[in-house]
């Protein structure tokens, strides 16, 4: 059964970077389209961003385009997101999760209650100061 293992989060100042890892535990990972979402404070999950197990189509929510961009290096097993231009919005666990052979568009769009059910990572929290 697929597992996804995430890197460490961390403090980062306005305006700064950080980029997430999200790291498979089987090959099925290269077939499935993976999303990274937030958990902010107060607030309801948030798709941020997703990409096709290929890596040829992904989906960002509007609040991070320009911003952050989403990749993967299948050989890797490995999903990154890189954030720039942070802002203290962006605070908030970010977790990993695959989403089998959805679209990126209709993972990223999910609620929580609809979803995704596949394999979660165990949270990256990030913290961005003002």
């Known amino acids: 059964q697929l597992q996804l293992v995430q890197s460490e989060g961390g403090l980062v100042e306005f305006g700064g970077s950080l980029r997430l890892s999200c790291t498979g535990s089987e090959s099925t990972l290269a077939l499935e389209t993976i999303g990274w979402f937030r958990q902010a404070s107060g607030k309801e999950r948030e798709g941020m961003s997703c990409?096709?197990?290929?890596?040829?189509?992904?989906a960002y929510a509007d609040f991070v385009k320009g911003r952050f961009t989403i990749s993967r290096d299948n050989a890797k097993l490995t999903v990154y997101l890189q954030m720039d231009k942070l802002t203290p919005e962006d605070t908030g666990v970010y977790y990993c999760a695959s989403g089998g052979g959805t679209t990126p568009q209709t993972l990223c769009a999910m609620r929580p209650w609809q979803g995704p059910y596949g394999a979660w990572g165990q949270g990256s929290r990030v913290t961005v100061s003002s």
């Open positions: 990409i096709s197990s290929s890596g040829d189509n992904t």
